[in-house]
Structures are given as C-alpha cells and as structure tokens.
C-alpha cells in the first residue's frame, strides 16, 4: 500500500485530536521562565513567549497487547517508609486510558517511544507477525519511535512492510477482505545503514510540528544490535555509533531551523533500585543509574534537550548534565506498556529551543499502568478481534504445571524455567540419530515470560496453552547442535561475565540437568568461574575431550558477546526450541501429575 492514505489517515487523527482539545477547552500552566521573558502559555502564538509540550514515551512494548502474566506484569513501587509493593500493571486497553487521560488538557502534547515495540511477542501479536501491536500503537496515537534491536528479529524488509504495509510475502493476509496498512507514526533508524545503497535503511529524524512549535527527533538503536539478533535479522545492514549519529542529524536538524530536539536511544542504564519511583538523582544529578545510556547521555551534542531510551526495562527519570554542564533528562519507563513517563518541555517561541535550566520545568513523573483504571473499548475489541483469529492453535493444551515457574521475572541467575527449557532442548536432541546432545545451553534473553499457574482464560488453572508457552519462547529459534571442546565450554562460561558487556551485566547461560560448576561473585571477571567445578553428570570437565552441545541457532552464531560458540564443528539443525519445549512438555507432565517447578541448583553461587 502507498503511504498517500496513511497521510490522510494520519491527517484526520490530528484533525480529532485537535477538535478534542477544542472541545476540553484545557489550560496550560505557565512555566519558569529565563529572566525577562513574559509568562504565558496555551493554544495561540500571541499567549506568550513560552509554551509547555507534554511528552509521553514508553518504551519496550514488545507486542504485549494483553496484560502480562507472573512477575513481569507488574511494577514495585518504593514506599515512603522505605519498603516496597507490588502493583498489577500493564496491558495496551489501559495503557490507552492511561495515555488519553494524561494529555486531557494538554494541546501542545507528542507521543514517542524507544523501540524494541515489536518482537519477542506474545502469541496474539507474534502469531500475525505483530501486525494486530502496528494497529494498536496507531490507536494509542503514537507519532514516533526508533527502532529496537527486536525490530530486525524478521529482518529489514519486514520491518520495511511494518512501516508502510502490505500483506505478509509467504503467510498473505490475515483478515479476509483487509489488507495490512502499515504504521500510522513514524519508525526512525538513523544509525542503521544499507551496505549497498550506505544510506540509513528508513527515516533518521521526525519532526512533530504543532502551530509554531516544531520538535525534532532523532532514533537510533544501540550499535551492538548484531551481537543480539540473529546474522539473517541485520544482514545487508550496519550499525553506528550512538553518539556520532545523534550529533550529526542534531546538527542538520539545527541546520534546517529546527532547535528544540529529543533523541530515542534503544539503549539503557541500570538503576541502583528497581522501583519505578526510585530517585536516581540522589545524591547527585544521575548518581544512581549506570550503564551504556550514561556515557551516551554525557557525550551527546548540548543541542539535544532530552533523551527517551530503553532497551535494559528499566523505569528511570534522571537528570545527566550534558556536555556543557546543562541538566539534561534521561529517561525509560520500564517494558511491557506497565508504565508511562510523562515530561514536560518547555518550548520557548522567540529562541524555538528548550528552556532547561534546574527550575524551568517539573521533573518527569512515571505514570503507572494500573489496572484499577476503565479499559479502552477500542483497544479491547482489537484485542477480542485478533484473539478469535488466533483462538484454534492458542488455546490448545500443551502441558500442566503445580506452581509458577519463573523465567523472565526471576532475578537469578539461574532460572527455574530456563532450567526447564534446557532440559527439554537436552532431551530433543539427545538421541544419535537427533544429533547426540550430552548437554544444552540456553541465553536468559531468550526466555521472554513466567509460566504463571493463574488461568489467562477459560483453560483452568495450571493448564499451559500453547499461546502462553509461545509466549516464553517466541523466536522460533531452530535447534543446533555442535562440536565443542571442553577448553571451549569453559571460555564460554567465562564470557558470561567478562568481555565489555557481560563484564558489567553479566548473561548467565540456562543449564541442562548433569551440567554443574560455580560462580564466585567475589571475583572479577573471568575469574569469576572456578574451573575446577566444571563438571558434567559428576566428571570433570576434560579441556581436551570433545563434547556435543545443543543451543539455539541465536547462541551458535555467537550472540550475546559468546564469540567461542562461532567456533563449533559438526553443526546439526534440529527442531525449533519452541517445539522441543512443548514436546517436554507433553512428555512429564498431566493433569494428575503437573511439572512442578525445578529447583534451580545446577548452579553453585558464591556472594
């Protein structure tokens, strides 16, 4: 489909929204202005020098429609007396209400987000190759976001057909009579080039335009996007540098007049503490958050006035100064559409920049998803409508589980669930004839949910659907197994926790049951793992014997900094993981004898 009517589709929702705030009739509340300027605020150009712009930003949606299930559907709130609960949250019928009730009387107000909005899905949205989360981010009125590194999980031509529509190459349409219409807001990728043409493979910068205030924005993903997608998802492609390519397109963004600028970084920090409220400014400006965004945030050009990112799905709103020692606002509101930030710029009309000085506007509010609130009919019946579609594979019994069994909202290292999932991949690809395994590891990134024991739906309790183990292992990934020696198995479990990336956030491989050693956290970094405990099924590991190991495809390729697993011999292609998992399933567990969750003691941890 041409992008002619999604302009015009584009045009009447402004046109709405436009007639909406008309009808509120909202007020604006002036903000601190630079000494001399004449205060004022609201719709008109005569109403004074400076106006406030409300931008709201999420990041890492990664097509959950529904609210999520287990741990990661909620947040932890920091209470005043120092202790911390637990808030439902998430789930796009509120996001939208969340989202449509913050703007109510806010006619200068911009959407945007920081990638990874598709991807690793669950299974209403990844079934349909997250076409029904492209139509739900339309009706959340999103105007712009970078991509993520989840962006390319398909490759750049899908995500090509993510922007500007058509049906499906191989699957066709998914509703009779419709065609897919492409993205109602702008995806940005201005540090993702084409090796042939070596021009950025889509837009670079978006510029929202409201009356007389315009606003740049500039998305990029993190460079290291090809060490965590499969080769086929960037091939063709290249990733630069955050930094240089921010600075750069902030400079023809000023070129072309436009002044008041916001990059969308698909890369993040680490907060001293997981609540969404925690003050990482404590003691100092950004004093509690580290990680990759701080010295993007520290090196990024002074005429950017604010950076949304995301990536880590971690909530923070802090304030790193720029380069020239201006406060500045960083800032990712966690994953899975459980919260919001909303962040209020003021837009000064004479200089058309940014006021940022330590009073010239409130500090960024997060805005939690709760479920408490009315959810949005509109997204609701989206929901229902891609629900009846997906309804005769989803719902189909694949196993029964006593208990929750945590994968992604465990903060272990060792995962009940990953243990499960490398088991089961053990036991595919065990037999000769299937590849001889002896032992299988699997990436935490890859497990994406919990197996929660509540019902989602009419299945009852402890049933596992096949929607919902789709929805821990989404990839479809497909099976390998390889060649390694055990000089080579043991560089790999030190590449968990050292290497630039895993030194700082380590990535701790799932195990399969026989595999065992420990993890000295009082070390540092390849030290880390006490080779002498690297053992399988009781007998050390022989750094000279060889050994076969099933991973996924993902891993074999070297994904996640693991660069010795490219150096595998012998390579046989299996099933996928999802299918291995679902088959383990099938196998050990029943309704009268449910799998009950795994103790998770494959690996020893000394703190």
Same mark, same amino acid.
């Given at each position: 489909m041409s992008a002619t009517p999604q302009r015009h589709r584009r045009a009447r929702r402004l046109t709405l929204t436009a007639l909406a705030v008309a009808t509120a009739g909202g007020a604006m509340v002036a903000a601190a202005l630079p000494a001399g300027a004449a205060s004022g605020g609201g719709g008109g150009q005569d109403q004074g020098r400076t106006v406030d712009v409300q931008m709201l930003s999420f990041n890492d949606l990664h097509g959950t429609l529904e609210p999520p299930q287990g741990s990661s559907g909620s947040v932890t709130e920091r209470q005043a007396d120092g202790t911390t609960k637990s808030i439902p949250a998430g789930g796009v019928e509120y996001l939208a209400t969340g989202l449509r009730e913050a703007r109510k009387g806010h006619p200068y107000s911009v959407t945007a987000a920081a990638g990874d909005m598709i991807g690793a899905s669950p299974m209403v949205s990844g079934l349909f190759h997250?076409?029904?989360?492209?139509?739900?981010?339309?009706?959340?009125?999103?105007?712009?976001?970078?991509?993520?590194?989840?962006?390319?999980?398909?490759?750049?031509?899908?995500?090509?057909?993510? *922007?500007?529509?058509?049906?499906?190459?191989?699957?066709?349409?998914?509703?009779?009579?419709?065609?897919?219409?492409?993205?109602?807001?702008?995806?940005?990728?201005?540090n993702v080039v084409d090796e042939k043409t070596r021009r950025p493979m889509m837009n670079p910068t978006f510029i929202w335009k409201k009356g007389d205030v315009k606003i740049g924005f500039i998305g990029v993903t993190l460079e290291g996007t090809p060490d965590v997608v499969t080769a086929d998802g960037v091939k063709g492609l290249k990733f630069g540098d955050e930094v240089e390519t921010i600075n750069k397109y902030a400079n023809e963004l000023n070129k072309q007049g436009v002044k008041s600028i916001v990059a969308l970084?698909?890369?993040?920090?680490?907060?001293?503490?997981?609540?969404?409220?925690?003050?990482?400014?404590?003691?100092?400006?950004?004093?509690?958050?580290?990680?990759?965004?701080?010295?993007?945030?520290?090196?990024?050009?002074?005429?950017?006035?604010?950076? =949304?990112?995301?990536?880590?799905?971690?909530?923070?709103?802090?304030?790193?100064?720029?380069?020239?020692?201006?406060?500045?606002?960083?800032?990712?509101?966690?994953?899975?559409?459980?919260?919001?930030?909303?962040?209020?710029?003021?837009?000064?009309?004479?200089?058309?920049?940014?006021?940022?000085?330590?009073?010239?506007?409130?500090?960024? =509010? *997060?805005?939690?998803?709760?479920?408490? *609130?009315?959810?949005?009919?509109?997204?609701?019946?989206?929901? *229902?409508?891609w629900n009846a579609l997906a309804a005769p594979i989803a719902n189909r019994p694949m196993g029964y589980i006593s208990a929750d069994i945590q994968g992604r909202g465990s903060e272990a290292y060792e995962k009940p669930l990953g243990d499960v999932i490398a088991d089961a991949q053990l036991e595919a690809l065990a037999p000769a004839a299937k590849g001889g395994a002896q032992l299988a590891v699997m990436n935490p990134g890859g497990i994406r949910a919990d197996l929660a024991y509540k019902a989602a739906g009419s299945e009852g309790d402890g049933v596992v659907t096949y929607g919902e183990s789709y929805t821990v292992q989404p990839f479809t990934n497909m099976m390998n197994v390889v060649d390694l020696t055990g000089a080579q198995l043991i560089t790999m479990l030190q590449q968990q926790v050292s290497?630039?990336?895993?030194?700082?956030?380590?990535?701790?491989?799932?195990?399969?049951?026989?595999?065992?050693?420990?993890?000295?956290?009082?070390?540092?970094?390849?030290?880390?793992?006490?080779?002498?405990?690297?053992?399988?099924?009781?007998?050390?590991?022989?750094?000279?014997?060889?050994?076969?190991?099933?991973?996924?495809?993902?891993?074999?390729?070297?994904?996640?900094?693991?660069?010795?697993?490219?150096?595998?011999?012998?390579?046989?292609?299996?099933?996928?993981?999802?299918?291995?998992?679902?088959?383990?399933?099938?196998?050990?567990?029943?309704?009268?004898?449910?799998?009950?969750?795994?103790?998770?003691?494959?690996?020893?941890?000394?703190?």
């Open positions: 997250d076409e029904p989360t492209i139509e739900a981010l339309g009706a959340l009125d999103l105007d712009v976001t970078s991509v993520g590194n989840h962006e390319f999980d398909e490759g750049k031509t899908e995500l090509r057909r993510m *922007q500007y529509g058509g049906c499906h190459p191989v699957e066709g349409c998914f509703e009779y009579g419709k065609e897919f219409e492409g993205a109602d807001f702008k995806y940005l990728a201005a970084v698909h890369e993040g920090g680490l907060p001293a503490s997981g609540a969404y409220n925690y003050d990482c400014d404590v003691p100092g400006a950004g004093a509690g958050i580290s990680g990759a965004i701080v010295d993007i945030a520290k090196n990024v050009s002074p005429t950017v006035d604010a950076l =949304v990112t995301g990536h880590t799905h971690q909530a923070y709103a802090c304030n790193i100064p720029d380069p020239a020692g201006n406060p500045r606002t960083v800032t990712s509101a966690a994953s899975y559409g459980r919260l919001f930030t909303d962040t209020t710029l003021t837009y000064d009309r004479r200089t058309k920049d940014i006021v940022r000085t330590p009073v010239s506007s409130p500090k960024p =509010v *997060q805005k939690v998803v709760g479920r408490e *609130q009315p959810k949005a009919p509109d997204l609701t019946a989206l929901i *229902q409508r290497g630039p990336v895993n030194g700082v956030s380590p990535k701790i491989l799932q195990i399969s049951k026989g595999f065992s050693y420990t993890l000295d956290t009082t070390k540092a970094g390849a030290e880390r793992i006490v080779v002498d405990s690297v053992k399988l099924n009781g007998a050390p590991v022989d750094p000279a014997q060889t050994y076969r190991v099933a991973m996924n495809e993902f891993l074999a390729g070297g994904g996640d900094g693991f660069t010795v697993l490219k150096e595998h011999k012998n390579k046989l292609v299996g099933a996928s993981d999802l299918d291995a998992f679902n088959a383990y399933l099938a196998e050990h567990s029943s309704a009268s004898a449910p799998l009950a969750p795994p103790a998770a003691d494959r690996i020893t941890v000394v703190k």
